[in-house]
């Protein structure tokens, strides 16, 4: 990519403290705050046209778009500027060798400075926009298991290089029980240089949710603002943040997460308009807003997105908002899905999560977790989102649990967990419906209750099922007789009501049962699809895989060896709602 430096403020920087360890903020020293701070010694602000000048009186500012990077004078250095950095060829082995240690380029992320200038990839309008003088302060939480050193300097060194030190109250190192070496003494040691620094050490591995909580208890800022511990922030990437904090206490803001590469360490910029979403099964994942979207609500490239899920890593939230929310879930372990579990209970309980466009933080985004999960990753992913869906879906969790996660209804197989304390949450905080996230939030999502319904029409009696009195039996399709309706559900459910249609013993008789979703022997196998195919109903859990089949006279129904030539192995709902 093209990178533009310093888009708002054409080369210059604005000079380092003199006479001061480069990168240490002396929070001690108020004339050194003065000097960053009044408009009139800023350099930037010295040659800007007059309008960019502190407002006086009315309590609104520029965002000073700080930056106490040293200057770069080593313009030479790898990777600085953001630009990408180049392996020697006699290095490749090596950058080969590290990579696992945090699964990206290891070896390039140490040869490039600490404190390396990134391109500033703000939009243009970005130094309009004004925010107030009277910021709350917020408290940075890092949390990290096993981090790069260098990488993780790096996110530090650029928070405390970027924030208007007045803004940062402190950051917070949560280590969650690293096995690293040089993360214990070494760390202590190099962080006590920074005064604004706490590191927090966990006893044992809590994951990174717990992590955070830990971090956010000791926290003495207004606002919460978590951070990924391989990240890089860009300039004036704080105030707007707190901007919109300090606006409304319910909303949550999210900067825009730029791509850090893993392979060169570039900085990358992303897309404009670019918002979180889900897919099922609760899958997050980025969209771009349409541009009819954009032109019909006259938006800039620098207003702030509603976003219906965050990504998690990257946020800012009041911190006693965060806690009259519950905070997270603490029975979320290690990793995943507490972005969703967060997203939906900000949003239903009253809040709003807002991506704002005009602070941007580099990610290094990994194809794989660096470190080990405790248990395995695979069924600790699943098991986390289980109990988001089981206290946030309402009957949408169907969806979830329809989207292959049927083996999680198997509560002797999967554990998820107490949740009464979630549940009882949400009912005190008065917390609104899933329906009325999805109808309000996120209306694009489709979120259909069941995969087909409607009259059950089999090829080759060519009649519809009925149920009736607890008796199954074939008659003429007649749409206005409730007794010929049913649902093929997410659960793999043939219902009625309450009732589902199931297998006697090992067949080949049928059964009517209350619909229990824990039990794989009510699950059939349907493929919903709008084409004129008329599939088969096989059920899923028996002995083997058999069909179900009608009589040829329409006076019995039972279980059949497949066999895709019969007409009377052959079901169609009237209605199939695209998958
Ligand atoms: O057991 C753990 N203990 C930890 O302290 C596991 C992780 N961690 C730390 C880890 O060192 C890191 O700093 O937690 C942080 C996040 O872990 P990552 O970087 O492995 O997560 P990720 O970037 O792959 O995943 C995203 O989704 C996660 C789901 O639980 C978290 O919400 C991450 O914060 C989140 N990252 C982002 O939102 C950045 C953008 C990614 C996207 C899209
Ligand atoms: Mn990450």
């Not at 005009?358 to 248990?375: A, D, T």
């Not at 988001?388 to 969806?399: F, G, I, R």
């Amino acid at each position: 990519p093209t990178v533009k430096m310093d888009v708002l403020n054409g080369k210059e920087r604005v000079v380092p403290i003199k006479d001061k360890p480069l990168n240490v903020l002396d929070e001690g020293n108020p004339d050194a705050i003065k000097k960053i701070f009044r408009p009139t010694e800023n350099p930037k602000f010295q040659s800007a046209p007059a309008d960019s000048t502190v407002v006086r009186n009315t309590g609104i500012h520029k965002v000073l778009a700080l930056d106490l990077t040293r200057d770069p004078r080593d313009i030479n250095a790898v990777g600085q500027f953001g630009q990408a950095a180049v392996v020697p060829s006699d290095k490749e082995q090596e950058v080969r060798n590290r990579w696992n240690e945090g699964h990206f380029n290891v070896y390039l992320s140490d040869q490039i400075p600490v404190d390396r200038a990134i391109p500033d990839t703000r939009p243009q309008t970005c130094s309009e926009s004004m925010v107030h003088d009277s910021l709350p302060t917020t408290s940075v939480i890092f949390c990290f298991v096993d981090e790069v050193w260098s990488t993780l300097l790096r996110s530090v060194h650029s928070v405390l290089n970027r924030s208007p030190p007045h803004l940062l109250k402190e950051i917070i190192l949560v280590d969650d029980f690293s096995t690293k070496e040089y993360l214990k003494d070494n760390l202590d040691v190099y962080m006590s240089q920074l005064p604004k620094v706490r590191i927090v050490r966990l006893k044992e591995r809590q994951g990174l949710i717990r992590a955070r909580l830990a971090g956010a208890a000791i926290a003495k800022g207004d606002v919460l603002t978590f951070l990924d511990s391989h990240i890089e922030c860009n300039v004036g990437w704080l105030e707007p943040l707190l901007e919109r904090v300090y606006m409304d206490r319910r909303k949550v803001a999210c900067p825009v997460i730029e791509v850090i590469s893993d392979k060169d360490m570039s900085y990358v910029l992303v897309d404009n308009y670019q918002r979180g979403i889900f897919k099922w099964p609760l899958v997050f994942g980025w969209s771009t807003l349409s541009e009819d979207f954009i032109k019909k609500n006259h938006m800039k490239d620098s207003d702030p997105i509603r976003c219906p899920v965050m990504a998690g890593g990257l946020f800012s939230i009041d911190r006693k908002y965060f806690y009259e929310l519950g905070s997270y879930d603490p029975g979320l372990d290690v990793w995943g899905g507490e972005n969703m579990e967060i997203s939906f209970k900000i949003w239903m309980c009253g809040g709003e999560i807002e991506i704002i466009p005009c602070s941007r933080v580099g990610h290094i985004f990994r194809g794989e977790n660096p470190y080990k999960f405790p248990k395995d990753r695979q069924k600790t992913v699943e098991r986390n989102l289980a109990r988001v869906a089981e206290v946030w879906l309402d009957e949408y969790k169907d969806l979830f649990y329809g989207h292959g996660y049927h083996h999680l209804l198997d509560r002797t197989a999967t554990d998820i967990g107490n949740l009464t304390d979630q549940i009882e949450l949400r009912k005190r905080l008065k917390c609104k419906s899933f329906k009325w996230y999805l109808d309000n939030v996120y209306p694009e999502m489709v979120a259909p209750l069941t995969k087909a319904e409607g009259l059950v029409f089999n090829r080759g009696v060519r009649k519809c099922l009925v149920l009736q009195n607890t008796f199954l039996y074939f008659e003429s399709c007649d749409l206005s007789q409730e007794s010929q309706h049913f649902n093929y559900t997410w659960l793999k459910h043939v219902r009625q009501k309450d009732v589902c249609v199931a297998v006697q013993g090992k067949g080949p008789h049928l059964v009517l049962e209350p619909c229990d979703r824990s039990k794989p022997q009510l699950r059939w196998l349907h493929k919903a699809s709008n084409s004129a195919l008329v599939e088969h109903l096989i059920v899923e859990q028996a002995p083997r895989r058999q069909c179900l089949e009608a009589g040829a006279l329409g006076d019995s129904i039972q279980l059949k060896d497949c066999d895709p030539t019969s007409a009377y192995q052959k079901w169609q709902f009237t209605h199939y709602h695209a998958e």
